[in-house]
């Protein structure tokens, strides 16, 4: 199995910035994508932005030019840079990796992780 710890969230007022890690570990010989979700209460799980292993990021349209995702591939961890925060921001945010776990196999998608809450006060 590959794991997924998320860390870095925290309550902050609107406008601030917070900086997100997440670190997947286990057999991983390649991640292909490592990506950022969130879901708040009361609504479905979203997609906030991916990267691709060669740096290709794609995001939601709601955090657009506010939110940066990076990885560093040598450490198998992604970063989510969010800026301009707003209360609609508020959620736990949880991220995954499309992981190949030795040179033979398929992808395999990791173990969803507890997610780390995100606050943002108005």
């Known amino acids: 199995q590959v794991q997924l710890v998320e860390s870095g969230g925290g309550l902050v007022q609107a406008g601030g910035s917070l900086r997100l890690s997440c670190a997947a570990s286990?057999?991983?010989?390649?991640?292909?994508?490592m990506g950022w979700y969130r879901q708040a209460p009361g609504k479905e799980r979203e997609l906030v932005a991916t990267?691709?292993?060669?740096?290709?990021?794609n995001y939601a349209d709601s955090v657009k030019g506010r939110f940066t995702i990076s990885r560093d591939n040598a450490k198998n961890t992604v970063y989510l840079q969010m800026n301009s925060l707003k209360p609609e921001d508020t959620a736990v945010y949880l991220c995954?990796?499309?992981?190949?776990?030795?040179?033979?196999?398929?992808?395999?998608?990791?173990?969803w992780g507890h997610g780390t809450q995100v606050t943002v006060s108005s």
């Open positions: 995954n990796a499309a992981v190949i776990r030795t040179p033979n196999s398929g992808v395999v998608i990791g173990s």
């Open positions: 286990g057999t991983i010989f390649r991640i292909n994508v």
């Open positions: 990267m691709t292993s060669s740096g290709w990021a």
